[in-house]
């Protein structure tokens, strides 16, 4: 028989999925790693287990402790998932600029859900500062931290990077992926740099993020915004980030993520989110820049009914002249 035995043993190897129409149109293999099919619905399932895991390690975290964490939601629906499956309870801090989804899943799977006003990370009424300060008021909780916790980057070393090496029979020649903590392109990358130098990896940006600068030039600038994708972009360099082996980065706007979203929707029958569409888009350019005969993988981090209130509802896009058909 082959059974899973619990939740956590369903977080990972998800399959490898090819995007028919860009790599058709490119020449290139443009595979997407299937985020979307993890127990807990995201990429962020990974990050998730691996810093819980690492924090009952350290002993940190025990039999009646609480899980506490800042995010723009699918940390948070990971933790509060794999709080359940556990025996703990989770309190989670979030921007007031996600969508209204994401809070009711949040509430829903039984996390205390604190929506605080959306503020820059050197305030200190920023979200990640306040669930710190919080966890550390409390006796047997801690503090999951994935923006500075490297536990984050650590799970994409050891599952995501492995699982796409398999996958592709070690013939990948370049991975592309958005940044929003930065675990998933420095994990990967860092794993897969180690298999073959030459594998060339790139970040996806989204507008007003200071990612893009920083990778061309050294220097963390932010650029122009605002852009509607959720869980992407930062305006600094985290822990997770710092060091990564990534060769060089690309700019998607809003308008092309639309494009991508609404495509492989309506064409080829996924629905997934913004950062998905920032980076299919973004290894399409690669493809381009690249020429035929690559294989370039990429992330499909979540899927499309968590921003049914933006991305999938056309007043919403029509106010920010965003065209769907575009
Ligand atoms: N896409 C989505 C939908 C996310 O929620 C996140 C995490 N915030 C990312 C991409 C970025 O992943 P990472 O934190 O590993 O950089």
Same mark, same amino acid.
């Given at each position: 028989?082959?059974?899973?035995?619990?939740?956590?043993?369903?977080?990972?190897?998800?399959?490898?999925?090819?995007?028919?129409?860009?790599?058709?149109?490119?020449?290139?293999?443009?595979?997407?790693?299937?985020?979307?099919?993890?127990?807990?619905?995201?990429?962020?399932?990974?990050?998730?287990?691996?810093?819980?895991?690492?924090?009952?390690?350290?002993?940190?975290?025990?039999?009646?402790?609480?899980?506490?964490?800042?995010?723009?939601?699918?940390?948070?629906?990971?933790?509060?998932?794999?709080?359940?499956?556990?025996?703990?309870?989770?309190?989670?801090?979030?921007?007031?600029?996600?969508?209204?989804?994401?809070?009711?899943?949040?509430?829903?799977?039984?996390?205390?859900?604190?929506?605080?006003?959306?503020?820059?990370?050197?305030?200190?009424?920023?979200?990640?500062?306040?669930?710190?300060?919080?966890?550390?008021?409390?006796?047997?909780?801690?503090?999951?931290?994935?923006?500075?916790?490297?536990?984050?980057?650590?799970?994409?070393?050891?599952?995501?990077?492995?699982?796409?090496?398999?996958?592709?029979?070690?013939?990948?020649?370049?991975?592309?992926?958005?940044?929003?903590?930065?675990?998933?392109?420095?994990?990967?990358?860092?794993?897969?740099?180690?298999?073959?130098?030459?594998?060339?990896?790139?970040?996806?940006?989204?507008?007003?993020?200071?990612?893009?600068?920083?990778?061309?030039?050294?220097?963390?600038?932010?650029?122009?915004?605002?852009?509607?994708?959720?869980?992407?972009?930062?305006?600094?360099?985290?822990?997770?980030?710092?060091?990564?082996?990534?060769?060089?980065?690309?700019? =998607? +706007?809003?308008?092309?993520?639309?494009?991508?979203? /609404? !495509?492989?929707?309506?064409?080829?029958?996924? %629905? #997934?989110?913004?950062?998905?569409?920032?980076?299919?888009?973004?290894?399409?350019?690669?493809?381009?820049?690249?020429?035929?005969?690559?294989?370039? =993988? +990429?992330?499909?981090?979540?899927?499309?009914?968590? /921003? !049914?209130?933006?991305?999938?509802?056309?007043? %919403? #896009?029509?106010?920010?002249?965003?065209?769907?058909?575009?």
């Amino acid at each position: 028989m082959q059974v899973l035995n619990d939740f956590i043993s369903a977080v990972g190897n998800t399959p490898l999925i090819r995007m028919n129409r860009l790599s058709d149109e490119t020449g290139c293999e443009i595979l997407g790693k299937a985020e979307f099919l993890n127990p807990g619905g995201s990429v962020k399932d990974r990050a998730a287990l691996w810093m819980i895991r690492e924090h009952e390690k350290s002993g940190a975290l025990s039999p009646g402790g609480t899980v506490v964490e800042g995010t723009a939601g699918n940390t948070g629906i990971g933790i509060a998932h794999i709080c359940n499956a556990r025996g703990y309870p989770c309190v989670i801090y979030m921007p007031d600029n996600q969508s209204q989804e994401k809070v009711d899943i949040l509430r829903t799977l039984g996390a205390e859900v604190r929506v605080v006003p959306t503020v820059p990370y050197r305030d200190d009424a920023n979200y990640q500062k306040q669930a710190g300060r919080y966890a550390d008021t409390l006796p047997n909780g801690v503090w999951a931290n994935q923006f500075d916790n490297t536990a984050n980057r650590l799970a994409h070393v050891e599952s995501t990077g492995p699982e796409i090496w398999q996958q592709t029979d070690g013939t990948i020649d370049a991975f592309v992926s958005s940044v929003g903590t930065g675990g998933t392109l420095a994990g990967v990358s860092m794993f897969l740099k180690d298999q073959n130098p030459n594998v060339r990896t790139v970040l996806a940006d989204c507008m007003g993020s200071a990612l893009f600068n920083y990778v061309r030039t050294g220097d963390a600038t932010m650029s122009e915004g605002p852009s509607m994708t959720e869980g992407i972009g930062n305006s600094r360099v985290t822990d997770n980030f710092a060091g990564a082996p990534v060769d060089d980065a690309y700019q =998607v +706007t809003d308008q092309e993520m639309v494009t991508v979203v /609404y !495509q492989l929707l309506r064409e080829e029958g996924w %629905f #997934l989110g913004s950062s998905t569409g920032i980076n299919v888009a973004a290894a399409a350019k690669l493809a381009r820049d690249m020429g035929p005969g690559q294989t370039i =993988v +990429t992330m499909l981090c979540d899927g499309g009914s968590k /921003y !049914q209130s933006r991305l999938f509802n056309l007043e %919403f #896009l029509r106010e920010r002249d965003l065209n769907p058909d575009a």
